[in-house]
């Protein structure tokens, strides 16, 4: 039997565009109300607009590195609702000059208080709730990079995205007695905005044959309406293409 996910609380960071927007988009269909948050006012306005189409959302203006703004925001969420249910970690970047021949100590940086700080300080605001309501959900989206590193995503993805998993494991590790239960998804290559700042990005037709964003929103809704009773570790979720398996053929299947 799968969890009703009517009345749940859900925040989701990055939510103003692909996983994250899917995501949103997937459980406010469910029957969540959905708290999205990004640095982007109008991302988050466009993406507002099409989660109230669905069910019950809100927006808010956030960037995840900045620890102090992110306790605000999650004391926010629990000031109006009371309780937060899921937590999805979908903000993420990279550099677009990656690898160490060129990365700046900069870029590093950035990425980083992104995609790992600012994945910790979400989780740190959110467990104190979720310990005294004896129960709740963390989605953290990792990386096909954190468990198969790559020159195409360059040391700093490779290494905050594997990061990721141990980030999770501690959570599970510690958590479990409270009724805390975290999952790490890892996408092989998704068609999403993020591809923009490769230093070469992928033309339409590879887009095409990479996993989509809604298949991921797919994915996060499976996790979230599991039994309480059961905690998905790590979900792999790949193209059948595999471009990380084929050294970049891009040639269709046949029908």
């Not at 109008?42 to 956030?62: C, D, M």
């Not at 950035?110 to 300080?121: E, H, K, M, R, W």
């Not at 290494?159 to 890892?186: F, P, Q, W, Y």
């Not at 700042?197 to 044959?209: F, H, I």
């Amino acid at each position: 039997m799968t969890t009703s996910l009517k009345g749940q609380i859900a925040w989701i960071t990055g939510g103003g565009s692909g996983i994250g927007l899917a995501g949103a988009m997937a459980l406010a269909q469910a029957g969540a109300h959905v708290v999205i948050s990004g640095r982007n006012a109008a991302t988050n306005a466009s993406a507002l607009a099409s989660l109230q189409a669905l069910g019950s959302a809100e927006a808010l203006l956030l960037d995840v590195a900045d620890k102090h703004a992110v306790k605000a925001a999650a004391q926010q969420i629990l000031d109006q609702h009371g309780r937060i249910d899921i937590l999805v970690t979908s903000a993420g970047t990279n550099a677009t000059q990656r690898n160490f021949d060129v990365v700046t100590p900069e870029a590093w940086d950035d990425v980083v208080a992104i995609n790992l700080s600012g994945l910790f300080y979400c989780v740190h605001a959110i467990l104190p709730a979720m310990r005294q309501q004896q129960g709740g959900l963390i989605i953290n989206v990792s990386s096909w990079a954190g468990l198969y590193a790559s020159k195409l995503t360059g040391p700093a993805y490779n290494a905050t995205k594997r990061a990721v998993l141990a980030l999770t494991e501690s959570i599970n590790m510690e958590e479990c007695t409270h009724g805390i239960r975290a999952t790490s998804l890892l996408p092989g290559e998704v068609a999403t905005p993020i591809l923009d700042k490769r230093p070469v990005p992928p033309s339409a037709e590879q887009r095409e044959l990479m996993v989509q964003a809604d298949d991921m929103g797919q994915a996060i809704l499976f996790v979230a309406q599991m039994p309480t009773r059961t905690c998905i570790n790590e979900l792999i979720i790949s193209p059948t293409l595999n471009r990380f398996y084929t050294g970049g053929l891009e040639t269709p299947p046949k029908r």
